[in-house]
């Protein structure tokens, strides 16, 4: 599967890209491709890795690198690469690498047919996917799909994975419109989905947990729920 932007959020990532650029490298071999890495306010090395990695690809042309000083959210740096992409699909990554790019490929092989008019959601909860995960995230997940059921009856199992993909047909109207910078984005995103007639389809995956994830707890748990009923209130 050909004609693809790649985009890949980052925070202060400087331990976890260092690992992941032989998969994006790899990426790069294949025909009609774009990598947008958008730099969310990092203040660690991320730019200067990412910079000597671009500096010294051959198909550099192909690698677009956008940054801003202050940290605004991963739903901000997904909605910056997306409106600056320009292949037909468009693929969210996450820069750790628990799901890799290749993935779109086993739904290709495995006979998904991939449509125009419909975004397609990596699902941990799939009874296909094959999982590594840690009880801690594993629980925080089924509280979280509980709150947004009872918020918004959302029935898709799994919002939250970082492997999505979309068509250009649609989405940068949708992401356009996207207020929610942080980790509430994800559901903001299938509100303005389904708004627009946009079926989801959620599909298996091969996930494995990263270390070195960005989400604090006791700071950003209490944070995703005001957001939520930001949107709650917003969509009323």
Known sequence: MNNISLIIP????????????????NFLKRKNVE?????????DSSEKIIKKFIFQNKNKKFIKYISYKKNVGKGYAIKKGVL????????ICDVDMSVMPNQIDIWYKKKYIL?????????RKH?????NTSLIRESLGVIFNLIIFLLFDIKIKDTQ??????????????FRKINSYRFSF??????LLKKKNIKIRELPVNWIHK??????????????????LKIKFKIK
Not at 186 to 191: F, H, I, N, S, T
Not at 211 to 223: A, C, E, M, T, V
Request: with cysteine.
């Open 10 to 25: 980052l925070y202060n990532e400087e331990n976890r890209i260092k690992k992941n650029l032989i998969f994006i490298k």
């Open 35 to 43: 990598i947008i890495f958008v730099n969310d306010g990092s203040y």
């Open 84 to 91: 600056n992409s320009k292949k037909k699909w468009i693929l």
């Open 115 to 123: 449509k125009e008019n419909e975004a397609y959601f990596a699902s």
């Open 127 to 131: 009874s296909l996917s094959k999982i």
């Open 161 to 174: 994975c970082g492997f999505k993909l979309f068509n250009k047909n649609y989405a940068k109207s949708i």
């Open 186 to 191: 994800d559901v903001e995103l299938v509100l």
């Open 211 to 228: 270390s070195g994830s960005k989400l604090n707890i006791f700071y950003d748990i209490p944070l995703m729920l005001y957001d939520l």
